[in-house]
Protein backbone atom coordinates (compact mmCIF):
# COMPACT_ATOMS: atom_id res chain seq x y z
CA UNK A 1 0.00 0.00 0.00
CA UNK A 2 2.71 2.34 0.68
CA UNK A 3 3.70 1.88 -2.82
CA UNK A 4 0.83 3.36 -4.20
CA UNK A 5 0.55 6.26 -1.96
CA UNK A 6 1.59 9.23 -4.06
CA UNK A 7 4.57 11.43 -2.81
CA UNK A 8 2.77 14.60 -0.81
CA UNK A 9 5.50 17.18 -2.46
CA UNK A 10 4.21 16.60 -5.91
CA UNK A 11 0.68 16.88 -4.99
CA UNK A 12 -2.26 19.83 -6.01
CA UNK A 13 -3.51 21.66 -3.41
CA UNK A 14 -7.17 20.88 -4.08
CA UNK A 15 -5.88 17.51 -4.15
CA UNK A 16 -4.27 17.93 0.00
CA UNK A 17 -6.86 19.91 0.97
CA UNK A 18 -10.54 18.36 -0.19
CA UNK A 19 -9.79 14.99 -2.12
CA UNK A 20 -10.31 16.45 -5.74
CA UNK A 21 -8.80 16.61 -8.55
CA UNK A 22 -9.02 17.65 -12.31
CA UNK A 23 -6.37 18.50 -15.27
CA UNK A 24 -5.18 21.15 -13.75
CA UNK A 25 -4.00 18.96 -11.12
CA UNK A 26 -1.94 17.15 -13.34
CA UNK A 27 -0.59 20.01 -14.72
CA UNK A 28 0.62 21.35 -10.74
CA UNK A 29 2.03 18.12 -10.64
CA UNK A 30 3.90 18.71 -13.61
CA UNK A 31 5.21 21.90 -12.78
CA UNK A 32 6.83 20.51 -9.66
CA UNK A 33 8.78 17.31 -11.04
CA UNK A 34 10.00 20.29 -13.74
CA UNK A 35 11.33 22.22 -11.21
CA UNK A 36 12.41 19.31 -9.25
CA UNK A 37 14.50 18.62 -12.14
CA UNK A 38 15.88 21.42 -12.42
CA UNK A 39 16.99 21.67 -9.23
CA UNK A 40 18.87 18.67 -8.64
CA UNK A 41 15.57 16.43 -7.27
CA UNK A 42 14.95 18.51 -4.72
CA UNK A 43 11.26 19.56 -4.18
CA UNK A 44 10.06 22.84 -3.85
CA UNK A 45 9.04 22.81 0.43
CA UNK A 46 10.04 19.69 0.91
CA UNK A 47 7.06 17.49 3.28
CA UNK A 48 8.85 14.34 4.77
CA UNK A 49 6.13 12.50 3.94
CA UNK A 50 3.94 14.27 6.65
CA UNK A 51 0.62 15.16 5.55
CA UNK A 52 -0.24 18.34 7.74
CA UNK A 53 3.32 19.62 6.75
CA UNK A 54 1.98 19.26 3.42
CA UNK A 55 -0.74 21.12 3.80
CA UNK A 56 1.05 23.84 5.27
CA UNK A 57 3.52 24.46 2.49
CA UNK A 58 -0.16 24.81 0.33
CA UNK A 59 0.46 28.30 1.95
CA UNK A 60 3.21 29.04 0.48
CA UNK A 61 2.58 28.28 -2.73
CA UNK A 62 0.95 31.88 -2.74
CA UNK A 63 4.03 33.66 -2.90
CA UNK A 64 6.95 31.94 -3.98
CA UNK A 65 10.56 33.36 -3.22
CA UNK A 66 12.70 33.85 -6.28
CA UNK A 67 15.30 31.85 -4.63
CA UNK A 68 13.53 28.57 -4.81
CA UNK A 69 13.80 29.08 -8.44
CA UNK A 70 17.56 30.11 -8.65
CA UNK A 71 18.07 27.18 -10.52
CA UNK A 72 15.34 27.18 -13.17
CA UNK A 73 16.57 29.23 -16.55
CA UNK A 74 14.98 33.10 -16.77
CA UNK A 75 13.03 31.88 -19.68
CA UNK A 76 11.10 29.21 -18.38
CA UNK A 77 10.25 30.83 -14.84
CA UNK A 78 6.84 32.58 -15.47
CA UNK A 79 5.50 29.65 -16.92
CA UNK A 80 6.44 27.64 -14.14
CA UNK A 81 5.13 30.08 -11.61
CA UNK A 82 2.14 30.06 -13.50
CA UNK A 83 1.68 26.53 -13.14
CA UNK A 84 2.39 26.16 -9.65
CA UNK A 85 -0.52 28.31 -9.13
CA UNK A 86 -2.22 27.32 -5.62
CA UNK A 87 -5.65 28.22 -7.37
CA UNK A 88 -6.66 25.39 -10.48
CA UNK A 89 -8.51 28.15 -12.77
CA UNK A 90 -5.09 30.24 -13.06
CA UNK A 91 -2.82 27.44 -14.41
CA UNK A 92 -2.17 27.41 -18.34
CA UNK A 93 -2.98 24.67 -20.35
CA UNK A 94 -1.32 21.81 -21.66
CA UNK A 95 -0.84 23.98 -25.04
CA UNK A 96 0.58 26.58 -23.88
CA UNK A 97 3.39 24.88 -22.00
CA UNK A 98 4.67 22.76 -24.83
CA UNK A 99 4.94 26.38 -26.78
CA UNK A 100 7.10 27.94 -24.30
CA UNK A 101 10.04 29.14 -26.55
CA UNK A 102 12.20 27.11 -24.01
CA UNK A 103 10.49 23.93 -24.85
CA UNK A 104 9.37 24.80 -28.54
CA UNK A 105 13.21 25.75 -29.48
CA UNK A 106 14.65 22.56 -27.64
CA UNK A 107 15.77 20.43 -30.48
CA UNK A 108 15.15 17.29 -27.81
CA UNK A 109 11.96 17.97 -28.03
CA UNK A 110 11.25 18.92 -31.40
CA UNK A 111 12.88 15.17 -31.97
CA UNK A 112 10.37 13.66 -29.79
CA UNK A 113 7.55 15.75 -31.49
CA UNK A 114 8.77 14.87 -34.91
CA UNK A 115 9.00 11.06 -34.51
CA UNK A 116 5.57 10.90 -33.03
CA UNK A 117 4.41 12.38 -36.58
CA UNK A 118 7.04 10.28 -38.55
CA UNK A 119 4.75 7.78 -40.19
CA UNK A 120 2.64 11.19 -41.94
CA UNK A 121 6.02 12.15 -43.90
CA UNK A 122 7.00 11.22 -47.34
CA UNK A 123 10.27 9.15 -47.63
CA UNK A 124 12.35 11.69 -48.47
CA UNK A 125 11.44 13.77 -45.82
CA UNK A 126 11.84 10.68 -43.55
CA UNK A 127 15.29 10.23 -45.08
CA UNK A 128 16.50 13.50 -44.19
CA UNK A 129 15.50 13.11 -41.14
CA UNK A 130 17.21 10.22 -40.00
CA UNK A 131 20.34 11.20 -41.54
CA UNK A 132 20.46 14.35 -39.03
CA UNK A 133 19.16 12.33 -35.81
CA UNK A 134 22.75 11.13 -35.10
CA UNK A 135 23.22 14.61 -34.44
CA UNK A 136 20.30 14.86 -31.56
CA UNK A 137 20.25 11.49 -30.18
CA UNK A 138 23.35 12.62 -27.59
CA UNK A 139 20.80 15.56 -26.30
CA UNK A 140 18.10 13.25 -25.62
CA UNK A 141 18.10 11.04 -21.60
CA UNK A 142 19.03 7.18 -22.08
CA UNK A 143 16.26 6.00 -21.01
CA UNK A 144 14.17 8.07 -23.70
CA UNK A 145 16.33 6.98 -26.51
CA UNK A 146 15.66 3.18 -25.18
CA UNK A 147 11.58 3.38 -24.32
CA UNK A 148 10.43 5.92 -26.78
CA UNK A 149 13.14 6.51 -30.00
CA UNK A 150 13.86 2.83 -30.22
CA UNK A 151 10.23 2.08 -30.79
CA UNK A 152 9.13 4.75 -33.25
CA UNK A 153 12.38 4.32 -35.78
CA UNK A 154 11.48 0.13 -35.13
CA UNK A 155 7.99 0.99 -37.16
CA UNK A 156 10.10 1.74 -40.12
CA UNK A 157 11.86 -1.88 -40.48
CA UNK A 158 8.83 -2.98 -42.26
CA UNK A 159 10.06 -0.71 -45.23
CA UNK A 160 13.09 -2.43 -46.43
CA UNK A 161 14.39 0.69 -48.48
CA UNK A 162 13.94 2.87 -45.28
CA UNK A 163 16.25 0.15 -43.14
CA UNK A 164 19.45 1.67 -44.68
CA UNK A 165 18.32 4.93 -42.95
CA UNK A 166 17.12 3.96 -39.36
CA UNK A 167 19.13 0.74 -38.73
CA UNK A 168 22.40 3.00 -38.08
CA UNK A 169 20.38 5.15 -35.64
CA UNK A 170 19.23 2.17 -33.62
CA UNK A 171 22.52 0.66 -33.31
CA UNK A 172 24.03 3.79 -31.92
CA UNK A 173 21.37 3.78 -28.95
CA UNK A 174 22.24 -0.04 -28.41
CA UNK A 175 26.27 1.07 -28.46
CA UNK A 176 25.36 2.97 -24.70
CA UNK A 177 22.75 0.31 -23.45
CA UNK A 178 23.99 -2.59 -21.77
CA UNK A 179 23.70 -6.16 -22.65
CA UNK A 180 19.96 -6.46 -20.68
CA UNK A 181 18.80 -3.08 -21.90
CA UNK A 182 19.56 -4.31 -25.34
CA UNK A 183 17.85 -7.54 -24.99
CA UNK A 184 15.11 -6.05 -23.57
CA UNK A 185 14.36 -2.80 -25.47
CA UNK A 186 16.28 -3.23 -28.91
CA UNK A 187 16.78 -7.26 -29.82
CA UNK A 188 13.43 -7.96 -30.61
CA UNK A 189 13.50 -5.08 -32.74
CA UNK A 190 15.89 -6.56 -34.79
CA UNK A 191 14.73 -9.88 -35.04
CA UNK A 192 12.93 -8.88 -37.96
CA UNK A 193 16.14 -7.25 -39.63
CA UNK A 194 18.38 -10.11 -39.77
CA UNK A 195 17.18 -11.71 -42.82
CA UNK A 196 17.14 -8.92 -44.71
CA UNK A 197 20.18 -8.66 -47.59
CA UNK A 198 18.82 -5.97 -50.08
CA UNK A 199 19.53 -3.32 -50.44
CA UNK A 200 23.01 -4.19 -49.67
CA UNK A 201 23.67 -1.13 -47.69
CA UNK A 202 21.99 -2.92 -45.02
CA UNK A 203 24.64 -5.82 -44.91
CA UNK A 204 27.06 -2.99 -45.02
CA UNK A 205 25.93 -1.46 -41.47
CA UNK A 206 25.56 -4.88 -40.23
CA UNK A 207 29.42 -5.32 -40.82
CA UNK A 208 30.29 -1.61 -39.56
CA UNK A 209 28.47 -2.47 -36.22
CA UNK A 210 28.99 -6.33 -36.00
CA UNK A 211 31.01 -5.34 -32.63
CA UNK A 212 28.26 -4.07 -31.15
CA UNK A 213 25.97 -7.27 -32.36
CA UNK A 214 29.38 -9.92 -30.88
CA UNK A 215 29.14 -7.84 -27.59
CA UNK A 216 25.63 -7.76 -26.42
CA UNK A 217 24.29 -10.87 -28.57
CA UNK A 218 23.34 -14.03 -26.90
CA UNK A 219 25.92 -16.59 -28.13
CA UNK A 220 23.04 -18.50 -29.87
CA UNK A 221 21.83 -16.26 -31.60
CA UNK A 222 25.18 -15.09 -32.79
CA UNK A 223 25.25 -18.75 -34.21
CA UNK A 224 21.47 -18.30 -35.91
CA UNK A 225 21.84 -15.09 -36.99
CA UNK A 226 24.70 -13.24 -36.78
CA UNK A 227 27.01 -15.85 -39.11
CA UNK A 228 24.92 -15.88 -41.83
CA UNK A 229 25.45 -12.32 -42.13
CA UNK A 230 28.54 -12.69 -42.49
CA UNK A 231 28.93 -15.20 -44.96
CA UNK A 232 26.28 -13.62 -47.26
CA UNK A 233 28.66 -10.25 -47.28
CA UNK A 234 31.72 -12.56 -48.52
CA UNK A 235 28.89 -13.87 -51.31
CA UNK A 236 28.60 -10.24 -52.32
CA UNK A 237 30.41 -8.07 -55.38
CA UNK A 238 30.92 -4.76 -52.99
CA UNK A 239 34.33 -4.85 -51.67
CA UNK A 240 34.01 -2.95 -48.88
CA UNK A 241 31.12 -5.79 -47.41
CA UNK A 242 33.61 -7.86 -47.96
CA UNK A 243 36.98 -6.89 -46.42
CA UNK A 244 34.38 -6.12 -43.25
CA UNK A 245 33.61 -9.36 -43.05
CA UNK A 246 37.00 -10.56 -43.79
CA UNK A 247 38.16 -8.36 -40.74
CA UNK A 248 35.39 -9.89 -38.31
CA UNK A 249 36.02 -13.75 -39.29
CA UNK A 250 39.39 -14.12 -36.79
CA UNK A 251 36.31 -12.90 -34.06
CA UNK A 252 33.65 -15.49 -34.45
CA UNK A 253 35.68 -18.15 -35.14
CA UNK A 254 35.61 -19.68 -31.92
CA UNK A 255 31.39 -19.98 -32.28
CA UNK A 256 31.73 -22.07 -35.57
CA UNK A 257 31.69 -25.36 -35.56
CA UNK A 258 33.77 -27.77 -37.38
CA UNK A 259 31.71 -28.84 -40.05
CA UNK A 260 30.78 -25.19 -40.72
CA UNK A 261 34.41 -24.18 -41.10
CA UNK A 262 35.08 -27.11 -43.40
CA UNK A 263 31.98 -27.08 -45.42
CA UNK A 264 31.15 -23.41 -45.05
CA UNK A 265 34.11 -20.77 -44.37
CA UNK A 266 36.81 -22.40 -45.96
CA UNK A 267 35.46 -22.72 -49.23
CA UNK A 268 33.71 -19.13 -48.98
CA UNK A 269 37.05 -17.94 -48.67
CA UNK A 270 38.45 -19.18 -51.47
CA UNK A 271 36.19 -18.14 -53.92
CA UNK A 272 36.13 -15.01 -53.02
CA UNK A 273 40.03 -14.56 -53.08
CA UNK A 274 39.93 -16.42 -56.17
CA UNK A 275 37.40 -14.46 -58.44
CA UNK A 276 37.91 -11.04 -57.60
CA UNK A 277 40.97 -8.96 -59.31
CA UNK A 278 41.02 -6.36 -56.19
CA UNK A 279 44.42 -6.65 -54.67
CA UNK A 280 43.21 -5.41 -51.23
CA UNK A 281 40.35 -8.77 -51.26
CA UNK A 282 42.80 -11.13 -52.05
CA UNK A 283 45.12 -9.57 -48.81
CA UNK A 284 42.44 -9.79 -46.72
CA UNK A 285 41.63 -13.10 -47.53
CA UNK A 286 45.25 -14.28 -46.76
CA UNK A 287 45.05 -12.32 -43.53
CA UNK A 288 41.76 -13.72 -42.12
CA UNK A 289 43.25 -17.30 -43.09
CA UNK A 290 46.61 -16.41 -41.08
CA UNK A 291 44.57 -15.42 -38.04
CA UNK A 292 42.42 -18.25 -37.82
CA UNK A 293 45.52 -20.89 -39.44
CA UNK A 294 46.89 -22.20 -36.01
CA UNK A 295 43.41 -23.29 -34.72
CA UNK A 296 42.44 -25.53 -38.22
CA UNK A 297 42.88 -29.60 -37.99
CA UNK A 298 46.43 -30.18 -39.97
CA UNK A 299 44.72 -32.76 -41.99
CA UNK A 300 42.61 -29.07 -43.47
CA UNK A 301 45.73 -27.19 -43.72
CA UNK A 302 47.49 -29.93 -45.88
CA UNK A 303 44.39 -30.70 -47.72
CA UNK A 304 42.81 -26.96 -48.20
CA UNK A 305 45.29 -24.18 -47.11
CA UNK A 306 47.84 -25.53 -49.38
CA UNK A 307 46.58 -26.07 -52.60
CA UNK A 308 44.30 -22.57 -51.82
CA UNK A 309 47.65 -20.50 -51.75
CA UNK A 310 48.99 -22.27 -54.64
CA UNK A 311 45.97 -21.76 -56.59
CA UNK A 312 46.45 -17.84 -56.42
CA UNK A 313 46.91 -16.22 -59.41
CA UNK A 314 48.57 -12.83 -58.52
CA UNK A 315 52.15 -12.29 -58.01
CA UNK A 316 52.34 -8.91 -56.60
CA UNK A 317 54.56 -8.78 -53.41
CA UNK A 318 52.04 -7.66 -50.72
CA UNK A 319 50.39 -11.11 -51.92
CA UNK A 320 53.27 -13.41 -51.86
CA UNK A 321 54.57 -11.67 -48.17
CA UNK A 322 51.19 -12.62 -47.10
CA UNK A 323 51.29 -16.69 -48.38
CA UNK A 324 55.12 -16.55 -47.08
CA UNK A 325 53.72 -16.06 -43.41
CA UNK A 326 51.20 -18.63 -44.18
CA UNK A 327 53.63 -21.01 -44.56
CA UNK A 328 55.65 -19.82 -41.90
CA UNK A 329 53.02 -20.62 -39.60
CA UNK A 330 52.04 -24.19 -40.98
CA UNK A 331 56.12 -25.19 -40.41
CA UNK A 332 56.82 -23.57 -37.18
CA UNK A 333 53.30 -23.54 -35.44
CA UNK A 334 53.26 -27.21 -32.99
CA UNK A 335 49.93 -28.39 -33.85
CA UNK A 336 50.34 -28.36 -37.35
CA UNK A 337 54.31 -28.74 -38.03
CA UNK A 338 54.45 -29.76 -42.02
CA UNK A 339 56.52 -33.35 -42.13
CA UNK A 340 59.71 -33.09 -44.26
CA UNK A 341 58.19 -35.40 -47.19
CA UNK A 342 55.17 -32.58 -47.64
CA UNK A 343 58.21 -29.48 -47.28
CA UNK A 344 59.86 -31.23 -50.20
CA UNK A 345 57.65 -32.40 -52.35
CA UNK A 346 55.27 -29.44 -52.09
CA UNK A 347 56.61 -25.87 -50.67
CA UNK A 348 59.84 -25.78 -51.63
CA UNK A 349 59.20 -26.29 -55.42
CA UNK A 350 56.09 -23.41 -55.18
CA UNK A 351 58.11 -21.37 -53.49
CA UNK A 352 61.79 -21.67 -55.37
CA UNK A 353 59.79 -19.98 -58.39
CA UNK A 354 58.71 -17.10 -56.11
CA UNK A 355 62.13 -16.21 -55.10
CA UNK A 356 62.24 -15.22 -59.29
CA UNK A 357 59.53 -12.61 -58.89
CA UNK A 358 60.89 -9.51 -60.20
CA UNK A 359 58.58 -7.39 -58.15
CA UNK A 360 59.99 -8.19 -54.93
CA UNK A 361 62.26 -5.84 -53.05
CA UNK A 362 65.72 -6.97 -51.95
CA UNK A 363 64.48 -6.89 -48.06
CA UNK A 364 61.79 -9.33 -49.51
CA UNK A 365 63.92 -11.51 -51.78
CA UNK A 366 66.31 -11.83 -48.88
CA UNK A 367 62.68 -13.01 -46.68
CA UNK A 368 61.66 -15.44 -49.25
CA UNK A 369 65.51 -17.17 -49.29
CA UNK A 370 66.10 -17.24 -45.63
CA UNK A 371 63.10 -19.07 -45.03
CA UNK A 372 63.93 -21.37 -48.11
CA UNK A 373 67.33 -21.84 -46.64
CA UNK A 374 65.79 -23.14 -43.47
CA UNK A 375 63.40 -25.40 -44.95
CA UNK A 376 66.43 -26.97 -47.31
CA UNK A 377 68.04 -27.40 -44.05
CA UNK A 378 64.87 -28.40 -41.71
CA UNK A 379 64.77 -31.59 -44.65
CA UNK A 380 68.36 -32.42 -44.57
CA UNK A 381 68.71 -32.69 -40.63
CA UNK A 382 65.13 -34.56 -40.78
CA UNK A 383 66.39 -36.89 -43.85
CA UNK A 384 70.17 -37.21 -42.36
CA UNK A 385 69.05 -38.41 -38.86
CA UNK A 386 66.36 -40.90 -40.35
CA UNK A 387 69.42 -42.53 -42.85
CA UNK A 388 71.92 -42.43 -39.45
CA UNK A 389 69.31 -44.37 -37.74
CA UNK A 390 68.82 -46.89 -40.49
CA UNK A 391 72.34 -47.31 -41.56
CA UNK A 392 73.52 -49.81 -38.93
CA UNK A 393 70.12 -52.44 -40.25
CA UNK A 394 71.66 -51.86 -43.96
CA UNK A 395 75.12 -52.70 -42.91
CA UNK A 396 73.65 -55.88 -41.38
CA UNK A 397 71.91 -56.91 -44.50
CA UNK A 398 75.27 -56.15 -46.62
CA UNK A 399 76.96 -58.51 -44.55
CA UNK A 400 74.65 -61.22 -44.78
CA UNK A 401 75.65 -64.15 -47.59
CA UNK A 402 75.13 -64.11 -51.06
CA UNK A 403 75.56 -68.05 -52.20
CA UNK A 404 78.13 -69.74 -54.01
CA UNK A 405 77.75 -67.83 -57.78
CA UNK A 406 80.82 -69.75 -58.86
CA UNK A 407 83.43 -68.50 -61.65
CA UNK A 408 81.31 -67.39 -64.64
CA UNK A 409 82.77 -67.83 -68.31
CA UNK A 410 82.04 -65.29 -71.28
CA UNK A 411 80.85 -67.83 -73.16
CA UNK A 412 78.18 -68.93 -70.28
CA UNK A 413 76.68 -65.71 -70.93
CA UNK A 414 77.27 -65.42 -74.70
CA UNK A 415 75.29 -68.79 -75.12
CA UNK A 416 75.75 -70.35 -78.40
CA UNK A 417 75.31 -66.74 -79.78
CA UNK A 418 79.12 -67.11 -81.34
CA UNK A 419 79.72 -70.70 -82.63
CA UNK A 420 83.74 -71.17 -82.62
CA UNK A 421 85.44 -72.54 -86.32
CA UNK A 422 88.14 -74.79 -86.38
CA UNK A 423 91.84 -73.17 -87.30
CA UNK A 424 92.63 -73.54 -90.69
CA UNK A 425 88.71 -74.83 -91.75
CA UNK A 426 87.02 -73.97 -94.18
CA UNK A 427 82.84 -72.69 -93.95
CA UNK A 428 81.33 -76.04 -95.72
CA UNK A 429 77.93 -73.32 -96.12
CA UNK A 430 77.80 -71.33 -99.14
CA UNK A 431 76.71 -68.75 -97.00
CA UNK A 432 79.72 -68.64 -95.14
CA UNK A 433 83.89 -67.92 -96.24
CA UNK A 434 86.81 -67.85 -94.63
CA UNK A 435 87.86 -64.40 -93.51
CA UNK A 436 91.75 -63.56 -93.04
CA UNK A 437 92.75 -63.67 -89.49
CA UNK A 438 93.70 -60.34 -89.50
CA UNK A 439 90.18 -59.05 -90.75
CA UNK A 440 87.59 -57.74 -87.77
CA UNK A 441 84.64 -59.46 -86.83
CA UNK A 442 81.49 -58.41 -89.16
CA UNK A 443 77.70 -59.28 -88.85
CA UNK A 444 74.69 -58.51 -90.88
CA UNK A 445 71.57 -56.52 -89.71
CA UNK A 446 68.36 -57.72 -90.60
CA UNK A 447 65.46 -55.06 -91.84
CA UNK A 448 63.74 -55.62 -88.57
CA UNK A 449 65.87 -54.73 -86.01
CA UNK A 450 66.73 -51.27 -87.62
CA UNK A 451 64.87 -49.70 -84.59
CA UNK A 452 66.67 -51.41 -82.00
CA UNK A 453 70.40 -50.37 -83.20
CA UNK A 454 70.80 -47.50 -80.71
CA UNK A 455 71.07 -49.90 -78.11
CA UNK A 456 73.99 -50.76 -76.09
CA UNK A 457 74.80 -54.20 -77.23
CA UNK A 458 77.37 -54.72 -73.89
CA UNK A 459 73.72 -54.20 -71.92
CA UNK A 460 71.40 -56.43 -74.23
CA UNK A 461 73.89 -59.43 -73.66
CA UNK A 462 73.56 -59.17 -70.19
CA UNK A 463 70.67 -57.41 -69.00
CA UNK A 464 68.93 -60.79 -69.16
CA UNK A 465 71.42 -62.67 -66.79
CA UNK A 466 72.33 -59.98 -64.17
CA UNK A 467 69.15 -60.39 -61.99
CA UNK A 468 70.48 -64.56 -61.66
CA UNK A 469 74.37 -63.88 -61.46
CA UNK A 470 77.09 -62.37 -60.14
CA UNK A 471 80.80 -62.11 -62.41
CA UNK A 472 83.79 -62.95 -60.78
CA UNK A 473 86.93 -60.78 -61.84
CA UNK A 474 88.36 -63.28 -64.30
CA UNK A 475 85.19 -63.32 -65.82
CA UNK A 476 85.29 -59.28 -66.23
CA UNK A 477 89.05 -59.86 -67.62
CA UNK A 478 87.35 -61.95 -70.14
CA UNK A 479 84.29 -59.55 -70.66
CA UNK A 480 87.26 -56.41 -71.55
CA UNK A 481 89.11 -59.14 -73.94
CA UNK A 482 85.85 -59.54 -75.67
CA UNK A 483 85.19 -55.86 -75.58
CA UNK A 484 88.77 -55.26 -77.47
CA UNK A 485 87.58 -57.31 -80.62
CA UNK A 486 85.69 -56.13 -83.87
CA UNK A 487 82.68 -57.30 -85.44
CA UNK A 488 82.89 -57.15 -89.35
CA UNK A 489 79.90 -57.28 -91.59
CA UNK A 490 81.04 -59.49 -94.62
CA UNK A 491 79.16 -58.85 -97.81
CA UNK A 492 79.24 -54.72 -98.19
CA UNK A 493 81.64 -54.68 -95.87
CA UNK A 494 81.09 -52.47 -92.98
CA UNK A 495 83.19 -52.44 -89.04
CA UNK A 496 82.45 -51.32 -85.65
CA UNK A 497 84.19 -52.09 -82.40
CA UNK A 498 81.94 -54.17 -80.04
CA UNK A 499 82.91 -51.97 -77.47
CA UNK A 500 81.04 -48.89 -79.22
CA UNK A 501 77.43 -49.07 -78.33
CA UNK A 502 74.96 -48.21 -80.94
CA UNK A 503 73.56 -45.33 -81.88
CA UNK A 504 72.66 -42.97 -84.80
CA UNK A 505 75.41 -42.53 -86.60
CA UNK A 506 76.56 -46.56 -86.13
CA UNK A 507 72.77 -47.37 -87.28
CA UNK A 508 73.28 -44.96 -90.29
CA UNK A 509 76.43 -47.17 -91.58
CA UNK A 510 74.45 -50.46 -91.40
CA UNK A 511 71.70 -49.07 -93.72
CA UNK A 512 73.28 -50.06 -96.58
CA UNK A 513 73.96 -53.36 -96.10
CA UNK A 514 71.13 -54.67 -94.74
CA UNK A 515 69.73 -56.60 -97.32
CA UNK A 516 72.98 -57.87 -99.00
CA UNK A 517 72.10 -61.51 -100.26
CA UNK A 518 76.42 -63.09 -99.33
CA UNK A 519 75.45 -61.10 -95.80
CA UNK A 520 77.21 -63.64 -93.41
CA UNK A 521 78.91 -62.86 -89.88
CA UNK A 522 82.33 -64.32 -89.17
CA UNK A 523 85.47 -64.11 -86.67
CA UNK A 524 89.05 -64.05 -87.78
CA UNK A 525 90.22 -64.60 -84.09
CA UNK A 526 92.30 -67.97 -84.42
CA UNK A 527 91.20 -69.16 -80.96
CA UNK A 528 87.63 -68.68 -81.97
CA UNK A 529 86.84 -69.06 -85.46
CA UNK A 530 82.99 -69.61 -85.46
CA UNK A 531 80.09 -68.10 -87.63
CA UNK A 532 76.57 -66.72 -86.98
CA UNK A 533 73.68 -67.31 -89.39
CA UNK A 534 71.22 -64.82 -89.73
CA UNK A 535 68.93 -66.21 -87.58
CA UNK A 536 71.65 -65.86 -84.75
CA UNK A 537 72.08 -62.31 -85.77
CA UNK A 538 68.15 -61.46 -85.65
CA UNK A 539 68.10 -62.96 -81.90
CA UNK A 540 71.31 -61.17 -81.70
CA UNK A 541 70.23 -57.31 -82.15
CA UNK A 542 66.61 -58.11 -81.01
Known amino acids: MDRLCPSLDYLAPEYLISN ?4 ASDLFSLGMVTLSALNQGQALFPSGGNLEAAKQNMDKLKRIPEGKLKTVPIELRPILKALLSFSPETRPGAEIFQSTPYLSEDEGVKTLRYLDTLLQWENLQKSKFYKGL ?15 VVGCLAQEFVNPSMVPFVLPNVLRIAQDATAKEFQTYILPHLIQVFPLREPIQILLIWMKWMEVLLEKCPEELTKREVLPLIYAALETDALEVQELALAVIPRVFSLIQFSEVKNALLPRLRKTALATHNLSVVVNCLLCLAKILERLEKWLVLDF ?39 ASRVLPFLFPLSLESGLSLAQFEALIAFIRDLVGQVEKEQRAKLAAIEPLRQTDMKLPLGDVGSVNMNEIFGELVKPVPNGATPTSEKHRAISPLEPYKYPVAENTRSNLTKDLTNSLIQAQINQIRPSSQSMRDMANVNQQEFRFQGPTISIPFRTPFNAQSAAAFQAPINH ?13 KTLSQKDIDDLLS
Open 20 to 23: SCSP
Open 134 to 148: PHLLPTLPHHIRLRR
Open 305 to 343: VLPFITEIPSREPAVLMTILGILKVTVTCPSLGLPKEVI
Open 517 to 529: PQSKFVTTNPSSM
